[in-house]
């Protein structure tokens, strides 16, 4: 079974760094295209950009560029989300999805289930 | 910038009936175009794609149309589990993916 297993909920301070994980099992992990996906409170769904696990070429969307940083360690499978200074504006739910190979330009299945950041003061 | 547009916002429909989910393109984007199901709580779950592709495991009654820039998702005859949030879903075009802000199904 192809599956996206994500980290669990986090709370964090404003201006506080975090780095939350997406690990992959059932597939060739570093053959297919890792997207990101924000899902603000009450609000539809926001593609934040993909990663190609193989080489770590990455396409941020432009309204995330320069506010997250994707990576991945193909050794253990995992890709990564990271803010290195949280706003309020972050607490969100983020997810996870496999997209298909060679461009990543695809669907999105399966998706991880979730990770709930909430950023506060 | 292709901007993807879902209507309505909210469909209200009895069980048993058939629900009809739309989506516009502000420009082409081919049979690029993808269908989701989102439950409260739940990750979202790709029901087609290729604008008319059931995914696998996906019910016969989920059927999509459409090219270019008018797609419709069609619930033939809705079971209880239906009634959920869906999204369509353009991939290729710039930016490289995009979502239309989604119809809520709920039940009349």
């Known amino acids: 079974e192809v599956r996206l297993v994500q980290s669990g909920a986090e709370v964090k301070k404003p201006g506080e760094s975090l780095k939350i994980s997406c690990k992959g099992s059932g597939y060739s992990f570093d053959s297919f295209w890792i997207a990101w996906v924000r899902q603000m409170p009450g609000k539809g769904l926001e593609c934040m950009g993909i990663?190609?696990?193989?080489?770590?070429?990455?396409r941020y969307s432009p309204s995330f560029e320069g506010q997250v940083t994707f990576s991945v360690d193909k050794s253990i499978d995992t890709a990564y989300l990271q803010w290195s200074s949280l706003k309020a504006s972050d607490s969100a739910m983020y997810f996870c999805?496999?997209?298909?190979?060679?461009?990543?330009?695809?669907?999105?299945?399966?998706w991880g289930q979730g990770t709930l950041v909430t950023v506060t003061s | 910038e292709i901007v993807m547009t879902q209507s309505p916002a909210t469909l209200s429909v009895s069980p048993g009936e058939r629900a009809t989910l739309s989506c516009r393109a502000s420009?082409?984007?081919?049979?690029?175009l993808a269908w989701y199901q989102q439950k409260p709580g739940q990750a979202p779950r790709l029901l087609i794609l290729g604008a008319s592709r059931r995914a696998t495991g996906i019910p016969d009654r989920f059927s999509g149309s459409g090219s270019g820039t008018d797609f419709t998702l069609t619930i033939s005859t809705l079971k209880p589990e239906d009634f959920a949030v869906y999204y369509c879903?353009?991939?290729?075009?710039?930016?490289?993916?995009?979502f239309g802000q989604g119809t809520k199904l709920e039940i009349k």
């Open positions: 879903q353009q991939y290729g075009g710039s930016p490289r993916f995009s």
């Open positions: 990663i190609n696990p193989r080489d770590s070429d990455v």
């Open positions: 999805a496999k997209t298909v190979a060679g461009t990543g330009l695809g669907w999105f299945d399966p």
């Open positions: 420009q082409s984007v081919t049979n690029n």
